[in-house]
């Protein structure tokens, strides 16, 4: 019995310290010195990831086809007190995509982490898009969005927040040992990957 109430009291230590890991009340800066380049990242998911890594302690270069989104998006980080610059890019585009790397190089001396949010494909354009517009469409229907609520199984609809939080454990020294895996961020329902 006594061997069980150490056991049941290591893993409720370790589950608070995941738990205040992954809320941010522990974070370490596990990126410092890090430099990310995250593409589409003015808005939405790819602003979250920008965010996230920038406050894991990377230096981010975000982008985005439109120079007021650019400039919206690092005054906001900058006033959050994180290392962030921007540049227009259009992923489609091979010179935007060398200016983008060439920005972050010169910049910075090189890039560690990239992180693209849009699959760039002739005939469908970029992913980001398509699927940006369809979750819009999707979440101004509230009787769908409870409806998909009852079918999720931890009951809430995701953030870009959600997904910001694993792309900077996979970037960080914390996921050095995982290779070639899917993580999925989908509230528990089923995918098929």
Known sequence: MRKLGLLLSRCAAAWKSVRM???GMARRAPLTNKVALVTASTDGIGFAIARRLAQDGAHVVISSRKQQNVDRAVATLKGEGLSV???VCHVGKAEDRERLVATAVKLHGGIDILVSNAAVNP????LMDVTEEVWDKLWMDKEREESIKET????????PEDCAGIVSFMCSEDASYITGETVVVAGGIPSRL
Request: hydrophobic letters at 35%; glycine letters at 16%.
């Open 152 to 159: 999720i199984r931890i009951r809430r609809i995701g953030t």
């Open 21 to 23: 890991a992954s809320s």
């Open 85 to 87: 610059t921007g540049t």
């Open 123 to 126: 005939f469908f354009g970029s």
